[in-house]
């Protein structure tokens, strides 16, 4: 990947990272998860996944310890545990995937998720009443994969959590929990590959960390007014609009050359 100099972004670039990172982290504050599912397929439009990943988890870093200590007291501490050990494998293997999968693959592989992701959400597909404890092992697995590697495993335990937790602020405490140790585990994982050593990465960080914290505020403030199922499906629509862009833009790039 060659260095990405920030003085060098085009400035419809720079003005527009901030207003996707406060989409997400408005999202994350009214929801516990979701900045990433947001946030990384809009700004892979503009950086390689190798620069927006870390990105996203050092300000992730911060927004989901912060939400997740609040909420404490409410976490269905069974479940995490459950999710936790599947969840270390399956990041391991995504950061290895991260650093050796070349670009147009991975930037296909993220369009097609988001886009299968937010029509999942749109159709409306019935839930499972009561998910098995055991599918805790894929699921950490497969979760693992997704965030370590496009930061998006936030909906993958979700919807486990879901089909396990029925009271509403269990499962917003618990899916920040988990979201929280992931992010943490993500951050070492990066830091250990390299992936973090960047001095663009760790500037925009730090410059993007006040606009997270608006986001979390503003997201706080809606949890209570707007409907779960409302928000689920506003983000479903973003997630197949921008999804289906970059399936469209890679696979247009592939063709062109």
């Not at 479940?79 to 391991?92: D, K, N, S, V, Y």
């Not at 999942?120 to 009443?129: F, H, N, S, W």
């Not at 929280?180 to 993500?186: D, E, H, M, N, Y």
């Amino acid at each position: 990947m060659p260095p990405i100099t920030l003085s060098d972004l085009p400035w419809h670039v720079l003005a527009v990272i901030p207003l996707i990172v406060l989409a997400g982290y408005t999202v994350f504050g009214a929801t516990g998860f979701g900045s990433s599912i947001v946030s990384v397929p809009l700004l892979a439009h503009f950086f390689p996944l190798v620069f927006v990943v870390p990105l996203i988890t050092a300000v992730d870093a911060f927004a989901a310890a912060s939400v997740s200590v609040r909420q404490r007291d409410h976490v269905a501490w069974p479940e995490f545990l459950r999710l936790l050990p599947a969840m270390l494998i399956g990041m391991t293997a995504g950061t290895t995937l991260m650093i050796n999968l070349p670009h147009a693959p991975a930037l296909l592989a993220l369009g097609t998720f988001a886009t299968l992701y937010g029509l999942y959400v749109l159709v409306g597909t019935r839930a499972m009443k009561r998910a098995p404890a055991w599918l805790a092992w894929p699921v950490g697995c497969v979760g693992g994969v997704f965030s370590a590697l496009f930061g998006t495993g936030g909906p993958i335990y979700m919807m486990f959590l879901s089909a396990r937790l029925q009271d509403k602020t269990a499962l917003r405490a618990t899916s920040a929990a988990v979201v929280a140790t992931s992010v943490w585990i993500r951050l070492v994982l990066f830091a250990v590959a390299g992936l973090l050593l960047q001095s663009p990465l760790l500037i925009l960080a730090a410059c993007l960390l006040p606009i997270m914290v608006i986001g979390l505020t503003l997201g706080h403030r809606l949890h209570d007014r707007l409907t779960g199922a409302g928000v689920m499906r506003l983000i479903a629509a973003l997630l197949v609009v921008n999804g289906a862009s970059l399936v469209y833009r890679t696979l247009s790039n592939w063709t062109s050359e």
